[in-house]
């Protein structure tokens, strides 16, 4: 683990992003050294520690650490917060921002592309402040995660406060009916993951018309195809909720195809 | 600082409190070396701590380490996290909590009794899930605590996404009104102080009638008095909010005599 470029495996307790969840992260894969999306990754971090009012560590710097860091192959997560200060809400002025790069083993579940889902009974609060940002407030996440030990259920779905479908615990969602691509909106809530920016790309790549809306959970569970996504684990086509069940998706085959 | 009852000033980067916010805890008030209603904090913390799944620590290990370090008079802050351990929102079920007790001078506007108001433009989201609970997703707070740097205003007050008032950034609120106290509904947002709850065992003591329900701004703008309390600044009475201006009440002079 590198904290502000040293390797240390410890951070200082006063840290903002320990007080209060005051930082921001994103999770990559790195494949023979070399981080995958890497531009995109530093991008969305960037904007997110915008959002919030951090200034972004510089591409280069994060860049050397991840590269000094992360070699052959592991999934690399790196941590911006607003740096150790004071106890209080407000930032002194002079706080300098906290860069945490850490090294982590590929998951098992990385080789999966048919799993079982579930949906959570969590609820999703509404902040458009914070909506699409993968910031550290991720006590929802958590709780939603600990709903279930059964290791043959990959994923739980997260619906918001009006019971729109929002996205995975720890992935985002799309459907897939009658020749249309369709992915929940994330204005009140939810992440924008680099691996879903893709998954659109691909949509305007392959002339798949796109929608970006609200649906609940009837419509999702009658679409044709199901499937979820992040930078870790690819594509992962659901298969199965509750009684539901789904075949082997064409769409979904092409589609982690293309993103491979 | 105390980590895990060791004199340190870092934590595992790896704590499930950074990288979630996965956690909780509670800032009280230290006198002669002894620490203000104890009982009732640590009662606070080990419910917050059951409401997200954490074991909390034993009321003789958290005293003890708090009585070690908090000599004099100052701020102590108890942090309880659910642990170290591996990448990924479900935590391990080895995973032990870490205690963190640090101890802050007592801040300048502590001597304060009656302060300068304003509203916060962002709203509080709706989380029944969490609400109530002074746990480590403290992002809402910090982005509203940022709002502004005038230092004649001494707390901001935040409003939930239906505009009902809730409390202030650091504070717990309070309205009186023709001989009623009146205290936000905390169902789905806000935290439950340890002031907020002597100030409604108050209401008891002193035959104060007490509603507990939501209200909005032009309510709060309309009660004779309206006043902040925590267990660090005791209470303030909010004398200005914008144009509004307040005279000094006898309630809240009543009711600052009972609090010390």
């Given amino acids: 683990?590198?904290?502000?470029?040293?390797?240390?495996?410890?951070?200082?307790?006063?840290?903002?992003?320990?007080?209060?969840?005051?930082?921001?992260?994103?999770?990559?894969?790195?494949?023979?050294?070399?981080?995958?999306?890497?531009d995109r990754h530093y991008r969305r971090l960037s904007l997110d520690c915008e959002r919030i009012g951090i200034s972004p560590p510089a591409m280069e710097t994060l860049t050397e650490e991840l590269l000094r860091l992360a070699k052959g192959d592991c999934v690399a997560k790196i941590v911006v917060t607003r740096g150790a200060g004071e106890r209080g809400y407000l930032p002194d002025a002079s706080v300098e921002p906290t860069r945490i790069i850490s090294k982590n083993p590929i998951p098992d579940h990385r080789i999966l592309n048919e799993v079982n889902a579930r949906f959570c009974d969590l609820r999703l609060s509404h902040q458009p402040?914070?909506?699409?940002?993968?910031?550290?407030?991720?006590?929802?996440?958590?709780?939603?995660?600990?709903?279930?030990?059964?290791?043959?259920?990959?994923?739980?779905?997260?619906?918001?406060?009006?019971?729109?479908?929002?996205?995975?615990?720890?992935?985002?969602?799309?459907?897939?009916?009658?020749?249309c691509l369709i992915a929940p909106d994330l204005a009140s809530c939810g992440v924008e993951g680099v691996q879903r920016e893709r998954v659109i790309e691909y949509s305007m790549a392959?002339?798949?018309?796109?929608?970006?809306?609200?649906?609940?959970?009837?419509?999702?569970?009658?679409?044709?195809?199901?499937?979820?996504?992040?930078?870790?684990?690819?594509?992962?086509?659901?298969?199965?909720?509750?009684?539901?069940?789904?075949?082997?998706?064409?769409?979904?085959?092409?589609?982690?195809?293309?993103?491979?």
Wanted: glycine share 10%; with cysteine; hydrophobic share 45%.
């Fill in 129 to 179: 402040r914070l909506a699409g940002i993968k910031h550290l407030n991720r006590l929802e996440n958590v709780l939603a995660r600990m709903e279930w030990r059964d290791p043959a259920i990959a994923e739980g779905l997260l619906l918001d406060i009006n019971d729109h479908v929002i996205e995975g615990t720890m992935s985002s969602l799309f459907l897939y009916h009658e020749g």
């Fill in 206 to 260: 392959s002339n798949t018309p796109l929608q970006i809306r609200r649906f609940g959970q009837d419509e999702l569970l009658k679409a044709e195809e199901v499937f979820l996504v992040n930078s870790v684990i690819g594509l992962w086509q659901i298969v199965s909720i509750g009684e539901r069940r789904w075949e082997k998706g064409g769409f979904c085959g092409e589609l982690r195809k293309w993103l491979q």
């Fill in 1 to 38: 683990m590198l904290v502000n470029g040293v390797f240390a495996d410890a951070v200082k307790a006063n840290d903002r992003g320990l007080m209060y969840g005051d930082g921001v992260f994103r999770t990559l894969l790195v494949r023979k050294g070399v981080p995958q999306h890497w």
